[in-house]
């Protein structure tokens, strides 16, 4: 379920912020309209992984999916019903709920992320 960041994959953010400010700023300002050049739309994603999510929901339960804090914020979007702000970026490695109580929506992204061992 991870991003497709298209032509971004693999590169650098100074690289692609150096060859096109105005679309990184998108990026970095998480605008809901923003679409990595040739890859996807955040609108796009929040589609495919709420579907991914919805096929998860229909299988055995308790269920985990493991994913990176892009996806994470889409899953959170969908369920919410509204895309996050940039100020609550959801962290690599966090376990996030799916269904956040207005108190955890509004803990994610302040705690610190955890440290990798």
Known sequence: METDAGDWTDRTFADVSA?????FAAFANADPDF???????FVAQE???GAALDEVEQG???ALV??????????LSVRIGRWLP??????NGAIVPLQP???ELAQIGRAPAPEAS
Not at 19 to 23: D, F, I, S
């Open 19 to 23: 060859e096109a400010p105005e679309l």
């Open 47 to 49: 589609q495919r992984v």
């Open 101 to 103: 109580s207005e108190d």
């Open 86 to 91: 940039y100020g609550q970026r959801v962290p």
């Open 66 to 75: 493991v994913c990176h804090g892009m996806v994470i914020r889409a899953a």
């Open 60 to 62: 055995p339960q308790p």
């Open 35 to 41: 679409a990595f050049p040739g890859g996807e739309s």
